[in-house]
């Protein structure tokens, strides 16, 4: 009989199991639509990234940060209105270089936080917290930050869960951004080029009006100077 029961659980856990990949998947495919159908706007790709991250992690907020030079920049947020409100009047815009925030991620390991509570500082409404560092080539380019309103940690299996799904986010975040940037350059060389094209068009023209415009003046002043003689000297006309 134990070994019944035994069986069933395993059974049961690789059910569970099958069911994470499946929503994980689901997830990645969901970015990636939002990606494909927006390959000009990175907003899209940030809130498919969140709504995903939540549902997949039964949270009831996220929050997606952007490194910069200056520390880490708010995105996109989504969730609960009113939880979005509240988090959204609280957190800076710009966390910058050595906050509190910032100082999270240096790590470049997930972090959880059972109880906001706990912690120094308004929380927002927040209690339970989960962030994860978007790494590129060991480094830390954003964070995704997941929150719930009630006391109520994150399983092991979420957060693998989660950093897997972070990772998969990142590599097709990254692969937009190098692309808009490619995109970027070609249209700065195409307008270079469109300049450069009216530049010597604009030559073109001052060239070619020039010519007649000063033949004309030429033959204005000798018309001048013939009809200046004394007497007019009409026959050089001729």
């Known amino acids: 009989m134990n070994d019944s ?3 069933e659980m395993t059974a049961s856990e690789l059910q569970d199991r099958a069911t994470e990949l499946i929503e994980q998947q689901t997830a990645i495919s969901e970015v990636l639509r939002a990606i494909a159908s927006s390959p000009h706007d990175l907003q899209p790709c940030f809130d498919a990234i969140l709504d995903s991250a939540t549902r997949l992690c039964r949270a009831d907020i996220g929050c997606l940060h952007l490194s910069e030079e200056s520390g880490l920049r708010l995105v996109a947020m989504r969730g609960d209105t009113l939880l979005v409100g509240r988090v959204r009047s609280s957190l800076p815009v710009l966390a910058e270089k050595g906050s509190p925030l910032d100082r999270l991620v ?7 936080i059972p109880d906001f509570a706990a912690l120094e500082g308004d929380n927002a409404g927040v209690r ?3 962030l994860v560092p978007l790494l590129k080539d060991k480094e830390t380019v954003g964070m995704i930050a997941l929150g719930r309103k009630q ?4 399983t092991e299996r979420q957060i693998c869960l989660f950093a897997d799904f972070a990772a998969q986010a990142t ?12 995109r970027e350059a070609q249209m700065a060389l195409a307008h270079a080029n469109r300049v450069a094209t009216m530049g010597q068009l604009t030559a073109s023209i001052t060239h070619e009006v020039n010519q007649p415009i000063t ?8 018309a ?3 009809l200046g003689a004394d007497p007019p000297e009409f026959s050089r006309g001729g």
Do not use: D, K
């Open 171 to 182: 590599i097709a975040l990254e692969s937009t951004r190098r692309e808009r940037q490619y």
């Open 106 to 112: 240096t790590g470049r390991l997930p972090i959880h």
């Open 128 to 130: 339970t917290g989960l």
């Open 151 to 154: 006391v109520q940690s994150f």
């Open 5 to 7: 029961i035994h069986g």
């Open 215 to 222: 033949a004309a003046i030429t033959y204005a002043l000798a």
């Open 224 to 226: 001048r100077r013939f």
